[in-house]
């Protein structure tokens, strides 16, 4: 995984430099360079969360976090993706929530889950994001309308690297580490965490903190 874009990022470079080339295709060259040095930020960022979460509760800071703001932030964070695919994106909350946990992994759980309805969902698609208590829990719900996943792929979409049909989306990039991060941060947070979905239809995904809360009105 690391050395693909360092092997692309290489002859590339080479290819560029043999021969005096016009401006636009050395900023051609250039920007797509950038693009996948991007990616290998992302991809050690990845590599180095995924090794934070095998030390366990070592690197846990339990505080109080505010789920309402933390959605709202990722929201924002990605708001210029929302409006390019023109994106309908909902955001329910019955009352401002709260847990005890560790702020900066259950942020990186939403992120990922939200960039990926985004990333997934067609130009003009809807996403809707709740906040419900069910007895004691609170529930985070993340649905999207996009392309769904196949059930047979169900089971592997936790694996690192995994890719569902990626082959048949590549305009859609990615590292296939978000949701096997996720699911590591969750299982180290005690966080229940379920994916459904339906291909062609869209997919769901719940997030269940049992961990002590309180609800404010």
């Known amino acids: 995984e690391l050395r693909t874009p360092l092997t692309v990022i290489k002859g590339t470079l080479e290819v560029l430099i043999r021969k005096q080339r016009d401006s636009k295709e050395y900023e051609e060259k250039v920007n797509f360079c950038i693009a996948e040095v991007d990616h290998l930020n992302r991809l050690v960022d990845q590599l180095l969360l995924m090794a934070r979460s095998e ?3 070592d690197n846990i800071k339990y505080e109080s976090v505010y789920l309402n703001a933390l ?8 708001s210029e993706k929302i409006n390019h695919k023109k994106i309908n994106m909902k955001f329910e909350a019955e009352a401002d929530y709260y847990i005890h946990s560790d702020n900066y992994l259950v942020l990186t759980i939403l992120r990922n889950i939200i960039s990926n309805a985004i990333k997934y969902t067609s130009e003009a698609g809807e996403i809707s994001i709740s906040l419900t208590r069910q007895e004691d829990q609170i529930r985070c719900t993340v649905t999207d309308n996009g392309i769904g996943i196949d059930q047979e792929d169900l089971e592997t979409i936790f694996n690192p690297f995994y890719r569902s049909k990626s082959s048949e989306h590549p305009e859609i990039k990615g590292t296939g580490l978000g949701l096997s991060i996720v699911k590591r941060i969750a299982d180290l947070l005690s966080i229940t965490f379920k994916v459904n979905s339906d291909k062609g239809k869209g997919t769901t995904v719940i997030l269940d903190f049992k961990q002590p809360m309180k609800t404010l009105s």
């Open 71 to 78: 959605i709202l932030d990722v929201l924002t964070l990605n």
């Open 55 to 57: 030390n366990k509760n």
